[in-house]
Each structure stands twice: as C-alpha cells, then as structure tokens.
C-alpha cells in the first residue's frame, strides 16, 4: 500500500526503486521535527437556518414599518411618495432577477417602499378610519393561513403548480397595465380597480395570487434549509416574503375599501 506521507510518496526515477538512497534515522528525526507551513484555512462555511430567515426577515420587514411610520408622520408629499415607488420598484427588480443577497440593496428596497406605503395608509386611513388596521390584520391572516396550509401539506408546490401560478401573475399584470391604458380615454378602465364585482373578483384574483407567491417563499425556505444554502441566501428569503406581503396587504387594502364607509 503507498503511504500518504509525503516523505515517502516521492515520484520515483526507476520502477521500483527509490530516486535516492534511504535517509538515515536522523535525517528521518529531521523532516519530523522541522515546522509545517500549512496554507491558510477557510473560513468555516455555514449552512442558512431558519433562524437567519426569521431574523432577517424581522430586520427587513422592521426598516419597512419604521420607514412607513416616519413618512405618515412626516406627511411626505405624493411626489416624494411616487418617487420612492419608482425606487423600489428598480431596486426589487434588481433583486428579483439577480437573486441578489446583498443586504444593503434588500433593506433599501425596504426602506423605499415603506415610504410609499407609509403615504398611501394615510391616505386610506384619511378616507375610512381604522382601514390600515384592518388591513394589517387581514395581511397577518393570510400569513398564518398560508403557512398553515403549507405546513400541513394540503397543497404542495409543485412545478405544474408553479406555472400555472406564474402565468396568473403575469395575465393579472398584463390585465392591470391594459386596463391602465384604457382608463386614458374611458373612466374606470376595464373596471378592474372599481367599487364594481368586477373590481371586487379581480381584488380577490390578485390576493390569492399574493398568497400563491407567499406559498413560493415558504417552499423556497424549506428547500434552501434541506439542502445547505449559505446563510446569506437567508436574506433573499427575507426578501421574498416582503415582496408578497407588501403585495397581499395592498389588494387587501383596496378590497376592504370597497366595502367601508368613509362615513
């Protein structure tokens, strides 16, 4: 059997001979007693928890609320709003198709966004008294719902489901940006965003499809957790259900305005 050690696993110049003669027991003492210079070792690398995704996540969806709650505060102009969702929008985007896990871009999408959000909840909240309440609470039911649902495995995310899900969002998107241009030259568009049924089941079509990419964001945790993600990734998880919530509770928003008094 060849010996690992290096002192004995020498090329050789003939076969079965040695390249030299056999070192002598104190030469031998010598290479063993001589230091090793090994070369630096890594750092130790370190699969993601779901501990790192709870605690990110708090982190992201922290910087959101605090940066919804100075802007309601301050009263930002709807200019300032409009550009921060801009931002936020480019900054997702960026995020999204990079896959990115930086968390200086993550925590700036959600300080952006938290402004935009932080304007419109007033505004709402203006209009109908207690609604942002309702609407927090409404969002934090569909969490717990479809968390619910995926922990016990009443539906599994599977890749027939995941395009069936992805080509709703991209039709409901398509529906949106359509109804958009039609409301330049009708009022009301399409109707998709009136106090209409058909406003009412598009509303609905639009929080499922929140809780569809919600389900994404649980299975996406679970499968980066079983098969040794870095840790960083934790923060593109964190990312990920921002976005959806962010999505649910703004249809959620809407949809309870539909059916409260401004009184």
Sequence with gaps: MESKNPVFSRSRQQA???????????????????????????PAFRAMTLDD??????????????AAAVAWWLQVPPMVAIGAAVVALILG??????????????????????????????VFDGMISGIVLQAV??????FGAVLTVYSLRI???????????IAAAIAAIG??????????????????RTDSPIGWAFSIVMILIGCFFLLLDFDSIEQGIKQGA???FAWQCAFGLTLSLVWIYLEVLRFISYFTSSD
């Design 93 to 122: 985007l960026i995020a999204s198709f990079t896959m990115s896990t930086n968390p200086a871009l993550i925590l700036a999408y959600a300080v952006f966004e938290g402004v935009f959000l932080g304007k419109i909840s007033s």
């Design 53 to 66: 995704v709870v605690v990110r996540g708090f982190i992201t969806l922290g910087a959101l609320v605090a």
């Design 175 to 192: 529906l949106m940006l359509v109804n958009l241009l039609v409301g330049l030259f009708n009022d009301g568009g399409l109707g998709l």
């Design 137 to 142: 609470l409404g969002t934090a039911f569909a």
């Design 155 to 165: 539906i599994r995310v599977t890749p027939k489901l995941v395009k069936f899900g």
């Design 230 to 232: 870095p840790e960083k």
């Design 16 to 42: 079965g001979g040695w390249a030299g003669p056999a070192p002598s027991p104190d030469q031998l003492q010598n290479m063993y007693d001589a230091p090793s210079y090994a070369a630096p070792t890594r």
